[in-house]
């Protein structure tokens, strides 16, 4: 009888171990399906404990305001994104706007260190927004990177700020600002990419054939990036030249440098990473960011909410970048660059991107 017993126990618990596996298969289905990786108990704790972590920190955060000087006046930026054009600076000025720190001026790019110069240190102190010590003040601006004369005008005004640089393929930036640029009505619509590129790389013969002769191309390209001949869009993606005129004027360890790819597939741990350089509370962590409808990511922010005179964390409406991005990427753009085409601005850029991963002693994950 106690064993007829512990067989209909073990009977209902292999029925139940079953119900549990197969509810289990379908979850990872499904998750499969959306291209999420399956996520297994011990992932599924790291993932509980990380929330229970951040959730302590965003508490401890809020706790903190109330002992700190809320006044707000208008003040120079903590930290600047200074490029690339086409690179996603957008994307992650969107991302960072949901971090309860930080904070940025009404005016997306001011601009100021490269075209606004000359109205001088008050339009610039305008442009910012009001803020309290403890915030964190970061400006945008993708024209610095390439800007001749802005790294040595930054210096003299921030000497201290800390700089975020993303480079991105210069093959797919190259096709994305041609993009941009015609939708601009910057080249006249009966140009096409095909014959546009040729040209260009034509142009920029004598700044391959003396690539190792840094002053010179730096030089060279100056007219380029001054918006005075030509095209800048080739010239913009010569990422070595224009980091070797900042590394001159800042210490590298001022700067947090992005690979674009590593943006786009896993902002989450870029976003970690950023936040771990620049000091702050890591309140921005990887489980927060999902893929919508058209494969981007997005990030679903978390608040806080009383209850019953208690905080607790909860997590928002998920925040995605608005339709009119990612053109290129999503084949939006009706015309299809030929084969030759791409692989000839490959050509074109690998010299360049070589010295570029010697520079910075990293390689990365470009065609």
């Given amino acids: ?86 690179c996603g ?29 000359n109205m001088g240190l008050k339009e610039y102190t305008r442009r910012m927004p009001k803020s ?63 014959s546009f590129i040729p040209k260009m790389i034509k142009s920029l013969s004598g700044i391959k054939s003396h690539q190792d002769d840094d002053a010179k191309v730096i030089n060279d390209i100056r007219p380029y990036t001054y918006h005075l001949v030509g095209s800048h869009i080739l010239p913009e993606a010569l990422y070595y030249y224009h980091l070797i005129r900042w590394f001159k004027f800042y210490d ?26 620049l000091g702050i509370p890591k309140l921005l962590i990887s489980e927060d960011f999902e893929k919508d409808d058209r494969g981007f990511y997005c990030l679903r922010p978390v608040s806080a909410i009383d209850e019953m005179g208690k905080r607790r964390i909860v997590q928002d409406q998920l925040s995605c970048l608005p339709s009119s991005k990612g053109r290129t990427r999503l084949g939006r753009w009706d015309y299809q660059p030929s084969t030759n085409t791409i692989k000839m601005l490959q050509e074109f850029f690998h010299p360049f991107n070589e010295k570029l991963y010697t520079l910075l002693g990293r390689r990365f994950k470009w065609q």
């Fill in 132 to 194: 309290s010590e403890h915030e964190v003040v970061m400006e945008k601006s993708p024209s610095y990177l390439s800007f001749p004369s802005t790294p040595e005008r930054m210096k003299s005004v921030l000497p201290n700020v800390k700089l975020i640089v993303i480079l991105c393929d210069p093959v797919n930036r190259t096709k994305s600002d041609y993009v941009q640029e015609m939708l601009r009505d910057g080249y006249q619509k009966s140009t096409n990419f095909d």
């Fill in 1 to 86: 009888m106690l064993f007829y017993g512990f067989r209909i126990k073990f009977r209902r618990y292999m029925c139940i171990m079953a119900l549990v596996s197969c509810l289990f298969m379908i979850f990872a289905r499904l998750q499969a399906k959306k291209g999420a990786p399956l996520i297994f108990h011990a992932s599924t704790e790291k993932r509980a404990s990380k929330l229970r972590i951040r959730e302590k920190k965003y508490l401890d955060y809020l706790d903190s305001l109330e002992r700190l000087n809320q006044s707000k006046s208008k003040r120079y930026p903590d930290v600047i994104n200074i490029g690339t054009e086409k």
């Fill in 89 to 117: 600076t957008g994307f992650l000025r969107h991302i960072l706007k949901q971090h309860p720190q930080f904070i940025f001026p009404p005016v997306k790019e001011p601009n100021f260190f490269s075209y606004f110069w």
């Fill in 252 to 277: 590298r360890s001022r700067f947090f440098i992005i690979d674009g790819t590593d943006l786009i597939t896993n902002p989450g741990e870029v976003i970690e990473e950023l936040q771990d350089f």
